[in-house]
């Protein structure tokens, strides 16, 4: 069992940028991806890490802008949002599990992570 906990969260204007954190309550070697809920959309896909970072991939919508890291000495995931706007407000969800591919098919899919953080509120205004 991985217990995850997002924090980072909170409301900036266009342009700013925020760092989210997904910290696990022990060990974490799973592979990790966030995603994303916007108010009356279903959640996306935003980035993955694999456990080895061998694996980095961005949903095209945030490529260029965000990065996703990992500390594994602090089981913490990192994602950094730069260049906000106000289409990136959701509440953003980290996950971790063991991908059995690494193909885009695959990490997109919500389903094939095991364990999910609670959510923290990205704001972004205009």
């Known amino acids: 069992q991985v217990q995850l906990v997002e924090s980072g969260g909170g409301s900036v204007q266009a342009g700013g940028s925020l760092r989210l954190s997904c910290a696990a309550a022990?060990?974490?070697?799973?592979?990790v991806g966030w995603f994303r809920q916007a108010p009356g959309k279903e959640r996306e896909f935003v980035a993955v890490?694999?456990?080895?970072?061998?694996?980095?991939s961005y949903d095209d919508s945030v490529k260029g802008r965000f990065t996703i890291s990992r500390d594994n000495a602090k089981n913490t995931v990192y994602l950094q949002m730069n260049s906000l706007g106000p289409e990136d407000t959701a509440v953003y969800y980290c996950?971790?599990?063991?991908?059995?591919?690494?193909?885009?098919?695959?990490?997109?899919?919500?389903?094939?992570?095991?364990?999910w953080g609670q959510g923290t509120q990205v704001t972004v205004s205009s």
């Open positions: 890490i694999s456990w080895n970072d061998y694996l980095i």
């Open positions: 996950a971790a599990g063991a991908l059995r591919y690494y193909t885009a098919n695959y990490y997109r899919e919500e389903s094939h992570y095991t364990y």
């Open positions: 022990a060990r974490n070697r799973y592979d």
